[in-house]
């Protein structure tokens, strides 16, 4: 029994569940259905009423940015958590009145009215309810993520200024820049009271979060949009008791839709603008929490059995039914119209809260929407306390919230600022769907400029011309690239180095056909990727697969329908040809080899352990070794002179020398179950890891010592589940995850502050512990003598690292958390393009850094 290898999970078992461990959360996982009954936990309850606290204030300060009327923001608040709830796609995510839609839905109730603006929004949600019928969803998610993170961004400034005015105690204009060019006028004739009381909810907003100690960490379960308001509320009641308040008027005045009014294509843009700006932030927050509450995915999970149990499958995380959601949101987007509320979509603070304050299933979402319903009946007086300022000030804080600065980081990175800075601009001055229009305008340009500018250069080396080109190829630069070939002379050697990824059917024939002339002429012609390798078609598909250096992969180049061992060592075998020709092993081509088809293969009975390790080991002598035969001898000679101790998992998913790319004689391995370190002269101590470790730094002189986490560890689940039977012998494989148990503690503790990945959260406790692991393992490691001793010296370094499986991504612990120097325990994420050496400074302008205000996570940390 493994406690890193997955397992298959069984979907339909009732005791898959991992169960709680001591002081740590169980992973926010969506539960199956089960036969369509409604399920409310403990969890639910609570979570329900947390985010229920946090709704109230949210609807209302969004219906006083829209100008509608109060009791329309709870009832759209309401309906949306009762009937998206129940008919949503995604079970945790929570539906309201629409942040993005409050520029939009203002707009529209001071040229149509409130009457013909609910007729709207019933139009927008039959379409809504078409397009999830069609399965339209995935593809709206298709537009550019700086058009679409550009366009929220353009509507949270808009926001922004509008709810200024009433924070300064006026009121908003029309748009965006009258809001602008009227801020000079408002600030000369400002009252005191209502700027107070919005500086004070913007200040209890952004402290709450951060309050020290144990009071801290018990206020805290209070949203603080919730706080921010009852303490502007007893504040304004005391010393400011005439300051404009919340107004609901009777219900019997409520207002309900009438058959529009006005030109047919005003009113149907009217319709699709509501329809495309709800969608896209209802499909951005389910998939924001997707991720937020997904489990690890089978394929990279590890058993939630532990050690001395029997086996019980794992719950799979399930994706979000997106084309469901969008129906959801349609009907609840056309129930709340009839009945006169404000347009629904999903929220991302909202959902976030709900899954932080622990909901598992859309049980939560449906009582906040009942408990929403019970006070826009019950606590009508309550509610006519709240200062239209400090709702103003809540709602400002969305709109600010709403210009991330890590997605602008993003588009940056991506060369896509422009298309970003576009779309905001153009609906900050002309509205929501021009500003779009502008966005993917500007996108096109980009895009096509970029495909049409290639560069093309030549230079003789020695007799020998180089031509390279930089750029993609195509149609658009044959007239070019023929013009610079032709200038070439006939029958001389050439070298080509193609640096793009796309080539067109007429780049092809012209290069082609060049080429073929220009041998014919005795010329010679070679063809190269950026870095110089040599660039060759593979002889066959079948070929193409069986690499040296990739003979593992799936299995597919020996577990082929048809294939045997004696058939893989056979003189036809495609391994048999030359191995340094058409293989890639010792070239490197900016054109990736052609993949396995799509789909799984053909059924095959699996080939056994040995039958592989035989065939394995044939493929290694044929293909492998010729080309290590002469290092490995050297090493033979010279002996081993590691420069790291490499002390990681014993998962099969982790292979060391890949993931470094290190060769023989590179790396000192230890290899365990969880990637321990005991302690020296601990209790039932490992005396092999202490002998690895002083042997290494004492005899190696090894520079570096590594401890390499992984995701989806099965050791780390097993810690997380249940303990044995104290009356039941404790296995081997409990003995030994003992070593484990201070990361547990350390998790637990609230002397330690959380080790997490820069730029986001641990989407679940499994990660949090696989990430603390490897923390604490390196306090292990400083306990040993021969280890503290170089360190005094400084001769020896200490990394940690985390390997995602899934994401095939590396992360390193931070240089001062490794060395034990930092309190904050964050893991960089490793570029492509990053340094090359683990004893690199850290970066210090790392996202999700303390006091980094444009971290991911900062929306949710103000808790608005």
């Given at each position: 029994?493994?406690?890193?290898?997955?397992?298959?999970?069984?979907?339909?078992?009732?005791?898959?569940?991992?169960?709680?461990?001591?002081?740590?959360?169980?992973?926010?996982?969506?539960?199956?259905?089960?036969?369509?009954?409604?399920r409310?936990?403990?969890?639910?309850?609570?979570?329900?009423?947390?985010?229920?606290?946090?709704?109230?204030?949210?609807?209302?300060?969004?219906?006083?940015?829209?100008?509608?009327?109060?009791?329309?923001?709870?009832?759209?608040?309401?309906?949306?958590?009762?009937?998206?709830?129940?008919?949503?796609?995604?079970?945790?995510?929570?539906?309201?009145?629409?942040?993005?839609?409050?520029?939009?839905?203002?707009?529209?109730?001071?040229?149509?009215?409130?009457?013909?603006?609910?007729?709207?929004?019933?139009?927008?949600?039959?379409?809504q309810?078409?397009?999830?019928?069609?399965?339209?969803?995935?593809?709206?998610?298709?537009?550019?993520?700086?058009?679409?993170?550009?366009?929220?961004a353009?509507?949270?400034?808009?926001?922004?200024?509008?709810?200024?005015?009433?924070?300064?105690?006026?009121?908003?204009?029309?748009?965006?820049?009258?809001?602008?060019?009227?801020?000079?006028?408002?600030?000369?004739?400002?009252?005191?009271?209502?700027?107070?009381?919005?500086?004070?909810?913007?200040?209890?907003?952004?402290?709450?979060?951060?309050?020290?100690?144990?009071?801290?960490?018990?206020?805290?379960?209070?949203?603080?949009?919730?706080?921010?308001?009852?303490?502007?509320?007893?504040?304004?009641?005391?010393?400011?008791?005439?300051?404009?308040?919340?107004?609901?008027?009777?219900w019997?005045?409520?207002?309900?839709?009438?058959?529009?009014?006005?030109?047919?294509?005003?009113?149907?843009?009217?319709?699709?603008?509501?329809?495309?700006?709800?969608?896209?932030?209802?499909?951005?927050?389910?998939?924001?929490?997707?991720?937020?509450?997904?489990?690890?995915?089978?394929?990279?999970?590890?058993?939630t059995?532990?050690?001395?149990?029997?086996?019980?499958?794992?719950?799979?995380?399930?994706?979000?039914?997106?084309?469901?959601?969008?129906?959801?949101?349609?009907?609840?987007?056309?129930?709340?119209?009839?009945?006169?509320?404000?347009?629904?979509?999903?929220?991302?603070?909202?959902?976030s809260?709900?899954?932080?304050a622990?909901?598992?299933?859309?049980?939560?979402?449906?009582?906040?929407?009942?408990?929403?319903?019970?006070?826009?009946?019950?606590?009508v007086?309550?509610?006519?306390?709240?200062?239209?300022?400090?709702?103003?000030?809540?709602v400002?804080?969305?709109?600010?919230?709403?210009?991330?600065?890590?997605?602008?980081?993003?588009?940056?990175?991506?060369?896509?600022?422009?298309?970003?800075?576009?779309?905001i601009?153009?609906?900050?001055?002309?509205?929501?769907l021009?500003?779009?229009?502008?966005?993917?305008?500007?996108?096109?340009?980009?895009?096509?400029?970029?495909?049409?500018?290639?560069?093309?250069?030549?230079t003789?080396?020695?007799?020998?011309?180089?031509?390279?080109?930089?750029?993609?190829?195509?149609?658009?630069?044959?007239?070019?690239?023929?013009?610079?070939?032709?200038?070439?002379?006939?029958?001389?050697?050439?070298?080509?180095?193609?640096?793009?990824f796309?080539?067109?059917?007429?780049?092809?024939?012209?290069?082609?056909?060049?080429?073929?002339?220009?041998?014919?002429?005795?010329?010679?012609?070679?063809?190269?990727?950026?870095?110089?390798?040599?660039?060759?078609?593979?002889?066959?598909?079948?070929?193409?697969?069986?690499?040296?250096?990739?003979?593992w992969?799936?299995?597919?180049?020996?577990d082929?329908?048809?294939?045997?061992?004696?058939?893989?060592?056979?003189?036809?075998?495609?391994?048999?040809a030359?191995?340094?020709?058409?293989?890639?092993?010792?070239?490197?081509s900016?054109?990736?080899?052609?993949?396995?088809?799509?789909?799984?293969?053909?059924?095959?009975?699996?080939?056994?352990?040995?039958?592989?390790?035989?065939?394995?080991?044939?493929?290694?002598?044929?293909?492998?070794?010729?080309?290590?035969?002469?290092?490995?001898?050297?090493?033979?000679?010279?002996?081993?002179?590691?420069?790291?101790?490499?002390?990681?998992?014993?998962?099969?998913?982790?292979?060391?020398?890949?993931?470094?790319?290190?060769?023989?004689?590179?790396?000192?391995?230890v290899?365990?179950?969880?990637?321990l370190?005991?302690?020296?002269?601990?209790?039932?101590?490992?005396?092999?890891?202490?002998?690895?470790?002083?042997?290494?730094?004492?005899?190696?002189?090894?520079?570096s010592?590594?401890?390499?986490?992984?995701?989806?560890?099965?050791?780390?689940?097993?810690?997380?589940?249940?303990?044995?039977?104290?009356e039941?012998?404790?296995?081997?494989?409990?003995?030994?995850?003992?070593?484990?148990?201070p990361?547990?503690?350390?998790?637990?503790?609230?002397?330690?502050?959380?080790?997490?990945?820069?730029?986001?959260?641990?989407?679940?406790?499994?990660?949090?512990l696989?990430?603390?692991?490897?923390?604490?393992q390196?306090?292990?490691?400083?306990?040993?003598?021969?280890?503290?001793?170089?360190?005094?010296?400084?001769?020896?370094?200490?990394?940690?690292?985390?390997?995602?499986?899934?994401?095939?991504?590396?992360?390193?612990?931070?240089?001062?958390?490794?060395?034990?120097?930092?309190?904050?325990?964050?893991?960089?994420?490793?570029?492509p393009?990053?340094?090359?050496s683990?004893?690199?400074?850290?970066?210090p302008?790392?996202?999700?850094?303390?006091?980094?205000?444009?971290?991911?996570?900062?929306?949710?940390?103000?808790?608005?």
């Amino acid at each position: 029994m493994s406690a890193c290898v997955p397992t298959r999970h069984n979907r339909t078992s009732r005791s898959s569940r991992p169960p709680r461990a001591s002081g740590v959360k169980r992973p926010h996982s969506p539960p199956p259905p089960r036969g369509g009954r409604f399920r409310i936990a403990g969890a639910d309850l609570s979570a329900s009423i947390t985010v229920f606290l946090l709704a109230v204030p949210m609807s209302l300060g969004l219906a006083v940015a829209m100008d509608a009327p109060l009791e329309a923001g709870l009832i759209s608040a309401a309906i949306g958590g009762i009937v998206a709830g129940l008919l949503g796609g995604t079970p945790l995510q929570v539906s309201g009145p629409s942040a993005g839609l409050t520029v939009v839905t203002a707009e529209l109730i001071q040229i149509y009215g409130w009457r013909t603006t609910c007729a709207i929004t019933i139009g927008a949600g039959l379409l809504q309810i078409l397009l999830g019928s069609l399965r339209a969803a995935r593809s709206a998610l298709a537009v550019s993520p700086a058009i679409v993170h550009g366009t929220l961004a353009g509507i949270g400034v808009a926001i922004a200024l509008a709810q200024l005015h009433i924070v300064l105690g006026g009121s908003p204009q029309s748009s965006a820049v009258a809001n602008a060019l009227a801020l000079p006028d408002q600030l000369s004739r400002v009252s005191p009271a209502a700027p107070l009381i919005g500086v004070l909810t913007i200040t209890v907003l952004v402290l709450w979060p951060r309050l020290p100690g144990r009071i801290g960490n018990t206020v805290r379960r209070i949203p603080a949009a919730l706080a921010a308001v009852v303490t502007a509320t007893v504040v304004a009641a005391i010393v400011a008791p005439g300051i404009a308040r919340v107004d609901l008027p009777s219900w019997r005045s409520h207002a309900l839709p009438e058959m529009p009014h006005g030109p047919v294509l005003a009113l149907a843009t009217a319709v699709f603008t509501v329809m495309l700006v709800a969608s896209l932030e209802s499909l951005l927050a389910a998939v924001a929490v997707d991720k937020l509450s997904a489990a690890p995915s089978p394929s990279i999970s590890a058993p939630t059995t532990s050690p001395g149990s029997p086996a019980s499958p794992a719950l799979p995380a399930r994706r979000a039914d997106l084309d469901r959601e969008l129906r959801a949101q349609g009907i609840a987007n056309t129930l709340s119209g009839l009945v006169g509320g404000l347009a629904v979509s999903g929220g991302a603070v909202r959902s976030s809260a709900n899954v932080r304050a622990g909901a598992t299933g859309r049980a939560s979402t449906v009582l906040h929407g009942v408990w929403v319903l019970l006070a826009t009946g019950l606590l009508v007086t309550v509610l006519e306390w709240i200062p239209l300022a400090a709702l103003a000030a809540l709602v400002m804080m969305v709109g600010i919230q709403m210009v991330s600065f890590a997605h602008i980081r993003n588009v940056h990175k991506h060369r896509e600022f422009l298309v970003y800075g576009a779309t905001i601009t153009g609906v900050v001055l002309f509205g929501v769907l021009k500003g779009v229009a502008i966005g993917i305008a500007v996108a096109v340009a980009i895009a096509l400029h970029r495909l049409a500018q290639t560069r093309i250069t030549v230079t003789n080396q020695g007799g020998q011309h180089l031509v390279v080109v930089r750029g993609q190829l195509t149609f658009l630069a044959v007239p070019r690239l023929s013009r610079t070939l032709g200038q070439l002379p006939q029958g001389g050697d050439a070298v080509v180095e193609l640096d793009g990824f796309f080539m067109d059917h007429a780049a092809y024939e012209a290069i082609r056909d060049w080429s073929i002339a220009q041998t014919a002429h005795g010329g010679r012609v070679m063809f190269t990727g950026r870095s110089g390798g040599r660039i060759a078609e593979p002889s066959s598909a079948a070929h193409s697969c069986c690499r040296p250096w990739t003979p593992w992969r799936n299995h597919h180049c020996h577990d082929g329908p048809g294939r045997t061992p004696e058939a893989d060592r056979g003189p036809g075998s495609p391994s048999d040809a030359d191995p340094g020709a058409d293989t890639g092993t010792n070239h490197t081509s900016n054109t990736p080899a052609p993949a396995p088809g799509p789909g799984p293969a053909p059924a095959t009975p699996r080939r056994t352990g040995g039958n592989r390790l035989i065939s394995g080991l044939s493929s290694f002598q044929r293909n492998t070794a010729p080309l290590v035969r002469d290092e490995l001898a050297r090493l033979a000679i010279e002996g081993q002179r590691p420069s790291q101790l490499f002390i990681t998992c014993a998962d099969s998913r982790l292979v060391t020398s890949m993931i470094t790319a290190s060769g023989p004689g590179d790396l000192f391995t230890v290899r365990n179950i969880g990637n321990l370190v005991p302690l020296p002269n601990a209790e039932s101590g490992d005396d092999s890891v202490g002998a690895a470790i002083e042997y290494a730094v004492d005899v190696l002189k090894v520079e570096s010592i590594t401890v390499c986490g992984h995701s989806g560890c099965g050791a780390m689940q097993a810690l997380l589940g249940a303990k044995p039977d104290p009356e039941t012998p404790p296995t081997s494989l409990w003995r030994w995850l003992r070593h484990g148990l201070p990361s547990l503690e350390r998790m637990a503790s609230r002397h330690h502050a959380w080790a997490r990945i820069s730029g986001r959260l641990p989407t679940d406790a499994l990660e949090q512990l696989c990430l603390t692991n490897v923390v604490q393992q390196l306090d292990h490691l400083r306990a040993h003598e021969s280890v503290a001793r170089r360190l005094a010296e400084g001769t020896l370094r200490l990394h940690g690292m985390y390997f995602h499986v899934g994401e095939a991504q590396a992360y390193l612990l931070t240089e001062g958390a490794s060395n034990g120097l930092e309190l904050d325990e964050v893991f960089d994420r490793v570029e492509p393009g990053g340094p090359s050496s683990l004893s690199g400074p850290s970066n210090p302008g790392r996202a999700g850094d303390p006091g980094d205000p444009s971290g991911p996570g900062e929306l949710e940390r103000t808790g608005v």
